[in-house]
């Protein structure tokens, strides 16, 4: 129930390309959905998020795609970079306090130049 | 400008010893979240602090985990009697006051923890 399944497990972009991390969840009462980048020995820092009424989010080249219907969204990640090379988490929001996170499984990301 | 910091990088112990993990979250937060990585996963939530309210222990895997923050400040995660499966990343985040509007959780660099 409070899950979020995250796929691909690992993806490889040539520099230029568009990369896209899928995410998908059961639980209607997830009411925030951040994505998370994490550099290797680091912890992981918030990229982008969006609210279950809105669907779609653009910040500079990330954007974030969200189906409420199908319980789905996902990150596009527009003229792929080296330096966009890391780990991607998607996660959802939950908890009787409201700030509750419950993460994606990770997608690692290797941009080729 | 600090954030939140995690004590020590690396820790290396034995099996069956017990250890301690610091976190130091950002000044004013006053919401504080551990969470585990294990090689290669997403991150498990252990356990969360909200201001003086009782711990959301709903994720500690087992009863040798155990958590305290001590003057709604720094946290110490305490695992006892270490097994190899421990071995993990150990995160720390903080963010202002949970609930209502959405706080954002920063991450300390984490605690990589091998139990051999």
């Known amino acids: 129930q409070q899950q979020v399944k995250q796929s691909p497990q690992s993806l490889i972009v040539q520099k230029g390309g568009i990369s896209i991390i899928n995410c998908a969840y059961e639980?209607?009462?997830?009411?925030?959905f951040p994505w998370y980048q994490q550099f290797p020995g680091k912890g992981p820092a918030l990229l982008i998020a969006?609210?279950?009424?809105?669907s779609e989010k653009k910040e500079g080249r990330f954007t974030i795609s969200f189906n409420k219907s199908a319980k789905q969204f996902s990150l596009h990640i527009m003229d792929s970079q080296p330096g966009d090379s890391a780990t991607y988490f998607c996660a959802a929001r939950w908890g009787p306090s409201g700030n509750m996170l419950t993460f994606g499984g990770g997608t690692r990301l290797m941009v080729k130049p | 400008g600090a954030g939140v910091s995690q004590s020590p990088s690396n820790k290396v112990t034995e099996k069956g010893k017990d250890v301690e993990l610091r976190c130091d979250p950002i000044s004013g937060h006053t919401a504080l979240y551990w969470y585990r990585q294990s090689l290669g996963q997403g991150l498990e939530f252990l356990i969360y602090f909200q201001g003086n309210s009782a711990p959301d222990k709903s994720g500690l895997p087992s009863d040798r985990f155990s958590a305290e923050r001590t003057g709604g400040s720094v946290s110490t995660l305490t695992i006892q009697r270490t097994q190899q499966e421990d071995s993990a990343v150990y995160l720390c985040?903080?963010?202002?006051?949970?609930?209502?509007?959405?706080?954002?959780?920063?991450f300390g660099p984490g605690t990589r923890l091998t139990v051999t």
């Open positions: 639980n209607t009462a997830f009411d925030y």
């Open positions: 985040a903080s963010s202002f006051l949970a609930g209502g509007p959405i706080y954002e959780q920063y």
């Open positions: 969006i609210r279950p009424d809105v």
